[in-house]
């Protein structure tokens, strides 16, 4: 199989832990997104990659998100000090250029 | 203003019936891309179809079509012929630019099919 995948596909956490989601791209993808969403709500835009360089943050993205893709490859999402509003589903998503995006299966996180 | 709006939570329709799904868009950019995602309860983004701002006519893509309006910027989304495994979410989406680096989602529409 050689779509996005995302690991871990659950994770459940304490308020205040830290956790890191991991994005493996399909391969000859040069972007990478990362999405958070919420129960009956659409995909919100959290941060994206061209390569290596991360060249755009949401303003969601408080100072306790960061997102790294070090070799231009896989990704990792991760969020310090959790919070419960922190639950939500976080997709990935590659593509070349801006053409249609390929999502993964989604992190679904939940902090208790 | 929201970019995309879909305002309808949600929809019901019978096996084998035609069913339209609404998006309005608001975008000042020339260059654009409509995208139409299905997300079934599973969770998966599945790509539907897609309308560039240029394309002169409807993306069609099998059992699925896009009427696109451009001077009312809606990209509406029709499913012929309804089977029940299209009970999902869906969600319209915009990219700004040819290249443009974000996308925007509506929140997107329940479709029940009805046996």
């Known amino acids: 199989d050689t779509g996005v995948s995302q690991n871990p596909r659950h994770k459940i956490t304490k308020r205040g832990q830290n956790v890191t989601f991991r994005c493996d791209p399909i391969s000859e993808h040069n972007r990478l997104y990362w999405y958070r969403q919420t129960l009956g709500q659409g995909p919100e835009f959290l941060t994206y990659f061209q390569n290596e360089a991360q060249l755009e943050k949401s303003r969601l993205l408080s100072d306790r998100f960061s997102a790294e893709r070090p070799k231009g490859s896989f990704s990792t999402l991760e969020i310090q000090r959790t919070e419960q509003g922190d639950s939500a589903m976080y997709l990935c998503a590659s593509s070349v250029q801006g053409a249609r995006q390929y999502f993964g299966p989604g992190t679904r996180l939940t902090v208790t | 203003a929201q970019k995309i709006t879909q305002t309808q939570p949600g929809m019901f329709v019978q096996e084998k019936e035609a069913v339209t799904l609404d998006c309005t868009y608001d975008?000042?950019?020339?260059?654009?891309?409509l995208f139409w995602y299905k997300q079934p309860s599973s969770g998966e983004m599945i790509f539907l179809i897609y309308?560039?701002?240029?394309?002169?006519q409807n993306a069609t893509e099998g059992r699925y079509s896009l009427n696109f309006q451009k001077a009312r910027k809606s990209a509406n989304l029709v499913i012929s012929a309804s089977q029940l495994g299209d009970s999902a979410m869906y969600f319209c989406?915009?990219?700004?630019?040819?290249?443009?680096?974000?996308?925007?989602f509506g929140t997107g529409t329940s479709l029940t099919v009805i046996p």
């Open positions: 309308q560039g701002s240029y394309d002169q």
């Open positions: 975008t000042s950019d020339p260059s654009y891309g």
């Open positions: 989406a915009m990219r700004e630019g040819y290249t443009g680096n974000q996308f925007y």
